[in-house]
């Protein structure tokens, strides 16, 4: 075939009736820049959408659709024109856009848009499907002709949906896809307009790739990029949230003192009207980092007088039980401690929050000893033991419980041992994105 399809190979195309040599014809020449023939095939298809209706999003097409992307990535990475069937020639993609969520009368930046829009929204509830859509944007984005919309508008666009995927295989546990989208992502930032919100995003979702790896410092350094950038633009809110990010990573690396700060600074910052939730996720960390930090009386007056506001669903009134307790045990308080601490973990259990449970469990160890039973001690150490292990917990947790079980068997072991595991045993599960505190996300 030279030069531009005819209308009749469009046509079959978009049915899906094309041979498989033909089509691979197509596809070829619409990742050279066409736009007119891309453009022609979308009316096609969505005229097929409307006569048909869209096409279920069965796991089959889904998987389908995951295969072709990842053939499809490789040749955007090299730079080369596809020699084998793309993502657009497993059939009708209007299951896509059903999928996305997106009018089908979109087209160019509005529809890359969109679906980057689309995306963002799955990220806690289907994060499989944003990383389908936020693959999509990348094709999408990928073939935008740079003389219709411009070069650096387009380079834009392209970062934000490289961008956007990074952190979406960062969410689904794939680290080093989203490492080779961000790297992908910052290729492409220098050759845009300098959007400064995009650089912000970008480090923003490096940070979180970082903290993920467990590698808190960088974690830090790429939000300290972002503190700077808000800064600079005037814009107190999102410095703030950037500040309770920082928080967040410092409370992940054990300073919780820093951690502290750091979230009292961003709330001071925050336009309450603008997030209010993000304004809840900050007075949630800092009271865990008032406690954590051992501050009982100042976390008790926090909790207090924020109650109303913390406990906006069952899930957090438990956090909040168990943190009363920790907050009583911290206090002396301990007949209260044991009552609200065995609560809170019968509870956890009754709810299926199983790491919860676990963890308090450690809790009550550390109580038992301050109670002198250090058999009930054992009995508790080897349960979070036994739970943990059920529940897949990293090695690192395994092997701290286990030591701390043999060295209760052995000997006494001072309280404070006890509560620095259960502080350690606490951030190793928010490593693997378990049993996370409440607002920690």
């Not at 299951?95 to 980057?116: D, K, N, R, T, Y």
């Not at 963890?359 to 033991?385: C, F, G, M, T, Y």
Request: include cysteine; charge should be neutral.
């Amino acid at each position: 075939m030279e030069g531009h399809p005819t209308p009749q190979e469009l046509r079959a195309f978009a049915e899906g009736e094309l041979p498989k040599e033909r089509a691979r014809t197509v596809v070829a020449h619409f990742l050279r820049g066409c736009a007119s023939c891309r453009a022609e095939t979308a009316a096609l298809l969505n005229l097929i959408r409307i006569r048909r209706g869209p096409r279920e999003a069965t796991p089959e097409r889904l998987q389908a659709y995951d295969e072709a992307f990842d053939r499809v990535y490789e040749i955007l990475r090299a730079g080369r024109i596809p020699e084998t069937p793309t993502a657009f020639e497993t059939g009708n993609p209007a299951w896509l856009h059903a999928l996305a969520g997106v009018s089908p009368g979109l087209h160019g930046p509005e529809l890359v848009e969109a679906l980057l829009a689309r995306a963002w929204s799955l990220r806690h509830e289907r994060p499989a499907d944003m990383a389908r859509i936020s693959r999509l944007a990348v094709l999408t984005a990928g073939g935008l002709s740079t003389e219709t919309w411009g070069g650096r508008p387009v380079a834009d666009l392209s970062c934000a949906a490289w961008s956007c995927l990074g952190n979406a295989c960062r969410i689904t546990g794939d680290l080093d896809q989203a490492q080779d989208a961000l790297d992908h992502a910052a290729a492409l930032l220098d050759a845009g307009t300098g959007d400064p919100l995009l650089r912000a995003r970008l480090y923003d979702f490096q940070a979180s790739l970082e903290s993920t790896r467990g590698r808190y410092d960088r974690a830090l350094t790429a939000l300290d990029v972002v503190v700077e950038i808000h800064r600079e633009r005037g814009d107190q809110h999102l410095e703030g949230r950037a500040l309770i990010s920082k928080g967040l990573q410092a409370g992940y690396a054990g300073r919780t003192r820093q951690a502290l700060r750091l979230t009292r600074e961003g709330l001071a910052l925050i336009d309450e009207e603008r997030e209010p939730d993000l304004v809840l996720t900050g007075l949630q960390n800092q009271l865990w980092f008032q406690v954590e930090s051992g501050r009982p009386r100042e976390a008790q007056r926090f909790l207090e007088a924020h109650r109303d506001r913390l406990a906006t669903g069952e899930t957090q009134r438990l956090d909040l039980l168990w943190l009363e307790g920790r907050i009583a045990a911290a206090l002396n308080r301990l007949t209260l401690a044991q009552s609200l601490l065995d609560e809170a973990y019968q509870s956890f259990e009754l709810a299926g929050f199983a790491h919860k449970a676990a963890n308090v469990s450690i809790d009550l160890a550390a109580l038992a000893l301050r109670l002198d039973q250090p058999a009930k001690a054992r009995a508790l150490i080897r349960s979070a033991e036994d739970a943990f292990r059920d529940l897949d917990a990293p090695k690192s947790t395994l092997v701290a419980l286990s030591f701390l079980h043999r060295r209760l068997t052995e000997k006494q072991v001072p309280v404070h041992l006890v509560l620095r595991l259960a502080d350690l045993v606490r951030r190793t599960q928010m490593e693997a994105g378990r049993g996370m505190e409440p607002g920690w996300a």
